[in-house]
């Protein structure tokens, strides 16, 4: 098998961050190669790099055995190197031909010949068995249709070798099966296949050969065939890790909190939240599944009081804390693990020891005075620091020096130190390596264990599945149902995140 890319000690560095140093990747004709690790280690920028949106500072690149300099996207795609994003690019608003020959349309004399553009793209669905209608709306059509448009622009300007960004973080389980063959055929026909991923299961299904990279270098190149879910987590991560959450039988308790009839709009004033009802009770974690934008942001932010709640209401322990302050419904009970860590969680440029009482900063315990007693935060906060191994050199570094895992550590123990009847963790996960996936999972389910109330909200479906003791699953605003996570499956939850009904499974 030939070499159609060769990237040569590559080295890129941000300021104060190394994020490639001196990476080494040859990707074979015909071949899927998935570029594995976490958030942050630095296979994002490699593959911009490849694309012409950065260049590097040190390195060399090889397209087909040439020495090649990618000074911008144009030369890429000249090159026959495509790439689709994690968030696509695409015009809702115009028809899914419109989008695809975008700044290559085919004209008739100074216009474009919209007859030509539809018969370009069916013949190109026909070709790479990719069904979708050119004279659909962009707008109207579901994510994993949206993905395929995107595949087929990179094809229709001529790519040869097409880059994947965390390709299945949007996409339904069935349309992640979906995506599998599409990309399995692409390479029947001669393409090669670069993903970009952190899931190991979708390693293990879609690629013939995996590169690991961690903090920028590149750990191992492997076949596929030859390594298995439990290895790469290693090399991943850098030790061993459990792969299977423990826990026992759920001992519910009363309803901790009570969601009635809630509505609420995003942020372009639309109904997201349209009339939802749940409980949670102590002792029991339930589940929110969903694909990402159906509401799930919306109804969290109502019950944590950073949106309005335009109907229903909302209890905790039974008191009715419908569109309190946030301060309010803190001191009802409420632990909030947000889900963007950086803007809800954190004051990055803050020393440690502040973030760790923010929210309790008007507590006796920390004041003296009128003013904060800092002694004793800092000593606070190096409790909180040993209980939860937060890898940091001391209590006073800035929040943003910290790892996005140790981030996340700091808020998990913040909040649970405050002992709350109700924890909300939404994408408590997002952007961890597995060891970091591991202690969170053992927090949350150790507040379950306590006789606590989770409210877990995850676009993770494993990470639902595994956690929940029932799961609710939203489309378009809406609970489609509520199910015992025993008795659910993959593709049950599947159907429903698409807004079928569980009685849909075939």
């Known amino acids: 098998m030939s070499a159609v ?47 012409g949106l950065y260049t590097p500072d040190e390195g060399e690149i090889y397209v087909k055995g040439n020495k090649v300099r990618i000074t911008n996207p144009n030369v890429a795609i000249s090159l026959g190197i495509g790439m689709v994003h994690q968030h696509f690019m695409l015009v809702p608003p115009f028809t899914v031909a419109e989008n695809i020959v975008l700044g290559a349309e085919p004209k008739k004399g100074l216009s474009l010949d919209m007859n ?17 209608d050119p004279r659909a709306k962009v707008q109207d059509i579901s994510v994993g249709m949206q993905q395929r448009v995107e595949i087929l622009k990179t094809l229709y300007r001529g790519a040869e070798i097409l880059i994947l960004d965390e390709p299945t973080a949007v996409l339904t389980p069935q349309e992640i ?50 390594t298995s879910i439990e290895e790469l987590a290693e090399k991943m991560v850098g030790r061993k890790v459990s792969l299977t959450v423990e826990k026992g039988e759920a001992k519910l308790g009363e309803p901790v909190l009570q969601v009635k009839g809630v509505k609420a709009l995003d942020n372009r004033g ?19 599944a969903g ?37 309010e419904i803190i001191d009802s009970g409420l632990g909030y693990i947000p889900e ?35 002694r004793k935060i800092r000593e606070y906060t190096k409790k909180l620091i040993n209980e939860f191994d937060v890898r940091t050199p001391n209590e006073r570094v800035s929040a943003k020096s910290l790892s996005g895992g140790n981030q996340q550590k700091l808020i998990l123990a913040r909040e649970l ?58 489309y378009d605003g809406k609970i489609v149902d509520i199910v015992d996570a025993k008795s659910t499956n993959e593709l049950e939850l599947g159907i429903m995140m698409a807004g079928g009904k569980p009685s849909d499974v075939q």
Do not use: W
């Not at 990476?23 to 593959?47: D, P, Y």
């Not at 553009?117 to 069904?131: G, P, R, T, W």
């Not at 949106?307 to 301060?327: D, H, M, V, W, Y």
């Open 5 to 51: 890319i060769e990237m040569k000690g590559i080295g890129k560095s941000f300021p104060g961050v190394r994020a490639n140093d001196n990476v080494n990747l040859t990707v074979n004709e015909g071949e899927i190669h998935v570029l594995l690790g976490e958030n942050g280690a630095g296979k994002s920028t490699l593959m911009n790099i490849l694309y």
């Open 116 to 132: 030509k553009a539809i018969s370009d793209v069916e013949e190109l669905c026909k070709k790479y068995e990719l069904k979708v």
């Open 177 to 226: 099966e979906e995506l599998g063959i599409i990309l399995k055929s692409l390479v029947s026909q001669g393409k090669s296949i670069i993903l970009i991923t952190h899931k190991l299961k979708e390693v293990m299904s879609m690629s013939d050969k995996v590169t690991i990279i961690r903090r920028g270098k590149v750990i191992d190149t492997l076949k596929t065939s030859e």
């Open 270 to 288: 639309l109904e997201a939240v349209k009339g939802v009802d749940f409980e949670v009770r102590s002792g029991e974690i339930l589940g929110i």
């Open 291 to 327: 694909v990402d934008g159906n509401g799930q942001n919306e109804l969290v932010q109502a019950i944590t009081g950073l949106r309005k709640a335009e109907a229903g209401e909302i209890l905790i322990n039974g008191k009715n804390i419908t569109n309190l302050t946030p301060k």
């Open 340 to 374: 963007d860590r950086h803007k809800r969680g954190l004051v990055l440029d803050f020393p440690l020891y502040e973030n760790s009482i923010l929210g309790s900063q008007r507590k006796q315990a920390f004041r003296k005075g009128l003013g904060l007693d800092y």
């Open 417 to 474: 130190d405050r002992d709350p009847s109700l924890l909300i963790a939404s994408q408590p996960t997002r952007g961890l390596d597995v060891g970091a996936i591991e202690f969170v999972h053992q927090r949350l389910i150790e507040q379950r264990n306590k006789g606590k109330a989770v409210l877990l909200v995850s676009l993770e479906l494993d990470e639902v599945m595994d956690l929940s003791d029932r799961i609710a699953v939203m």
